[in-house]
C-alpha cells in the first residue's frame, strides 16, 4: 500500500522529446502591391521552390498526438499526410499564395488555372494582382515548352 501511495505522489517527469529544428528559407520582399514588389519576390523563386521541394522529400517525422498542440477538429492522421512545410506572408494573399501556385505548377504539373483553385479552397482570401498571374501563366508557358523539346 505505501508504495503504491509513493508512487501516486511521484512527481510526474515529461518524457524526453527530441525536437525537430525546423529548415527554413526566408524570401524578403516588400509587402506592396506594385511590379517591383513582385520581381523581388520572382527572383528569389527558383531557390525557394527547390527548398519546398526538397523539404516535402525528406522522410516524415514520426507523429503522436502529444506533438501537436491541441486543435479543435484537428484530424492528426490527415495532419500527418499533409507535408511539413509552412509557406506565409504577412497578409496570406499575395506572396505566399503566388509561391505555393508556382510550386504547384513547376513540381505538380498543375496548370495555372487549377493551382489557383486549389490555393483558392485553402485560402479563400487570395487576391493576386495580374502582374502575378501573367507571371505565373509565363511560368507555365516555358515550363511547357522545355518539356515539349
Not at 520581381?39 to 525528406?58: G, H
Not at 499526410?81 to 499575395?94: D, E, T
Not at 495580374?130 to 511547357?144: E, G, I, W, Y
Amino acid at each position: 500500500r505505501q508504495a503504491r501511495i509513493a508512487e501516486r505522489n511521484r512527481p510526474y517527469v515529461p518524457p524526453k522529446r527530441k525536437f525537430i529544428k525546423p529548415a527554413h528559407f526566408v524570401m524578403s520582399a516588400r509587402d506592396v502591391d506594385t511590379a517591383a514588389a513582385w520581381l523581388d519576390v520572382l527572383s528569389q523563386m527558383p531557390p525557394a521552390l527547390r527548398f519546398i521541394d526538397r523539404e516535402l522529400k525528406k522522410p516524415a517525422p514520426p507523429y503522436s498526438s502529444e506533438d501537436i498542440p491541441a486543435v479543435p477538429d484537428l484530424n492528426l492522421e490527415k495532419t500527418k499526410s499533409l507535408g511539413r512545410v509552412l509557406v506565409w506572408c504577412n497578409s496570406g494573399v499575395r506572396h505566399s499564395p503566388a509561391v505555393v501556385m508556382a510550386f504547384l505548377i513547376k513540381f505538380g504539373g498543375y496548370s495555372p488555372l487549377k493551382a489557383f483553385t486549389v490555393v483558392r479552397e485553402a485560402r479563400p482570401r487570395v487576391n493576386l494582382p495580374d502582374h502575378t498571374v501573367q507571371s505565373l501563366a509565363d511560368m507555365a508557358d516555358k515550363l511547357a515548352a522545355r518539356e515539349a523539346h
